[in-house]
């Protein structure tokens, strides 16, 4: 249960990052860049303990939200490295993945740990 709880905070605060790296006028700091970065390292350790678990759930489900993870951590690291050349939908998008896949996790936890 540690690591459902370790993975949906690390979702949250990488959530909250990105909110903040969007809508701050300066642009994202170093500050927010390494905390999505540990974000990262968490969400990847705690995912792949909770890899097991999914497959059991919905393996094809399991698989979009490991693929579309690993898309969201690349969208996140080009946002940041080209941050003063986004337009406004690329940050709708990556908003937008991010919650998207925030919800394909609680889906596959079947609501859990709420």
Do not use: Q
Not at 8 to 28: D, E, M, P, T
Not at 81 to 108: H, P, Q, Y
């Amino acid at each position: 249960m540690i690591w459902l709880w370790m993975h949906l905070f690390s979702w949250i605060v990488l959530l909250i990052v990105v909110l903040s790296a969007v809508f701050s006028r300066n642009g994202a700091g170093e500050l927010l860049k390494m905390i999505a970065r540990i974000c990262y390292v968490v969400a990847i350790i705690s995912g792949i303990m909770l890899l097991k678990y999914a497959w059991e759930t919905s393996p094809v489900l399991a698989i979009v939200k490991v693929v579309l993870a690993i898309g969201l951590i690349g969208f996140c690291e080009i946002y940041f490295s080209r941050e003063r050349d986004v337009g406004n939908i690329t940050k709708v998008l990556l908003v937008a993945a991010t919650i998207v896949v925030g919800i394909i996790g609680f889906i596959l936890a079947g609501g859990r740990p709420f």
